[in-house]
């Protein structure tokens, strides 16, 4: 059983609604605050079509950010295409000449490509149009087609293209895969795309288009980033109106560990302009390369006080994204990902006075021939630490986890009948696919 199918609730950091009158969709949009009960950063995935979703009628719409709620790589069995390692970066390439941002604009924009994503959506109306209540009577379904706008990168001339797993795949909304998408190039020429692969964990997709004598952007290495370096970003903020959108700014923060919807990654933070529709495009230093795909943002609001936050962007670092694109063009998933076999749920401070028990992360099932299962864990376990470092949530022992790779040996800390124990657990590999 995938580790990322936690029998847990999840939790968006930011919403939207939406409605329906007389068949058309009206602009609506909300941000929640941060649950009195988890004091975390909320994030904002800066989705494709968090603002730059609408119907076929071109009704604007908006969405809020992609829940990440499991790995899902698309298998390319049964691709025409050729898969082969790309190998984004190339060592001799690290350094250069430092340019003045309009030449990084100059080279950099035949390789930004702007993405459209469709999505057949349902929403359950009454007679009136409008979406139903408790206690309404003649529901019916309506569906529609919504479409979501992102950005991406050319990574070879032939037309393979880089961008965000959630500018093509929608969690929140439950519409899953996109029925079809396509790609803008830089000299508005637009091309029907094929989704090679995705990873939802690692909110990376790889596409491919049927064109030839691209420009294919060149990758920097993202672990020779230096605090405060000057970097700029391109994107289609808002849709294509706004179509190659440059913004700078600094390396503000290496290194950071942000989790998103229970998804832990490790980003770069930056204070370039990110939003809705930034989502896939590149992160540039000051040789004109790519060190970083833009994929997330702080949202508007930070606990109680509801504090204005300005300017925390986040961006995957260059070198993750060539290992994981070459995962996904070779396997069709990404190789490595660690898992212990098993569902579990968090056991709150609430629940915890309730029943007694300890808070921790409660466990639900073990699966068969699991590493959780060889390492003798059983259902009814209350993990409360991993690597001797407390843990109290679902969330925190994901984030820990995926510091890891399959292979690697941790230790767990649970409580069994009362009394506490540890085990020494091997970490399977994460085989998931969706095909």
Avoid: W
Avoid at 77 to 103: M, P, R, W, Y
Avoid at 240 to 259: H, P, Q
Avoid at 334 to 358: A, H, N, R, W
Wanted: glycine share 10%.
């Amino acid at each position: 059983m995938n580790d990322n199918n936690y029998n847990v609730p999840q939790m968006n950091a930011t919403g939207s609604g939406f409605s329906t009158d007389g068949g058309s969709p009206k602009k609506t949009k909300k941000h929640t605050a941060l649950k009195a009960t988890a004091f975390a950063l909320t994030m904002a995935l800066v989705s494709a079509g968090s603002i730059g979703i609408y119907s076929e009628i071109n009704q604007i719409r908006t969405r809020g950010n992609t829940e990440v709620v499991q790995q899902v790589s698309e298998s390319a069995e049964g691709s025409s295409i050729k898969l082969e390692n790309v190998g984004l970066i190339n060592s001799e390439e690290v350094g250069g000449k430092v340019l003045q941002t309009e030449d990084i604009v100059d080279k950099l924009l035949p390789s930004v490509v702007g993405i459209e994503s469709k999505f057949k959506m349902t929403s359950m109306v009454n007679n009136n149009g409008f979406f139903f209540g408790f206690g309404d009577s003649g529901r019916q379904s309506s569906e529609y087609t919504a479409t979501a706008t992102g950005t991406g990168v050319v990574i070879t001339k032939d037309g393979y293209i880089v961008t965000n797993a959630h500018v093509i795949y929608d969690s929140e909304n439950g519409a899953g895969k996109a029925d079809s998408v396509s790609v803008i190039l830089n000299n508005d020429e637009k091309y029907d795309a094929e989704i090679v692969g995705y990873d939802t964990d690692c909110d990376i997709a790889v596409l491919k288009i049927d064109a030839d004598d691209l420009t294919a952007a060149e990758f920097g290495d993202s672990n020779n980033l230096r605090l405060g370096e000057s970097v700029i970003a391109i994107g289609n903020p808002l849709g294509f109106e706004l179509k190659d959108t440059v913004t700078g700014g600094m390396i503000s923060g290496l290194n950071r560990d942000i989790t998103i919807n229970d998804k832990a990654m490790t980003l770069i933070q930056t204070d370039a302009a990110i939003n809705s529709g930034n989502s896939g495009g590149p992160l540039i230093n000051k040789y004109g390369q790519v060190i970083g795909i833009n994929s997330s943002k702080m949202s508007s609001s930070y606990g109680y006080g509801e504090a204005s936050i300005e300017g925390i962007g986040f961006a995957i670092p260059s070198n993750a994204v060539s290992s994981i694109v070459d995962d996904i063009m070779e396997y069709g998933y990404v190789t490595g990902k660690p898992q212990f076999g098993i569902s579990c749920q968090d056991v709150t401070e609430t629940i915890s006075q309730m029943y007694d028990l300890p808070v921790g992360v409660y466990v639900t099932t073990v699966s068969e021939g699991s590493a959780a299962e060889k390492a003798g864990l059983q259902k009814g376990d209350i993990i409360t630490a991993i690597d001797d470092k407390e843990i109290k949530t679902v969330e925190e022992l994901n984030a820990q986890k995926n510091k890891h790779s399959a292979g690697d040996i941790v230790e767990l800390t649970f409580i069994r009948d009362g009394e506490e124990e540890t085990v020494k657990v091997t970490l399977d590999e994460n085989l998931a696919k969706n095909k």
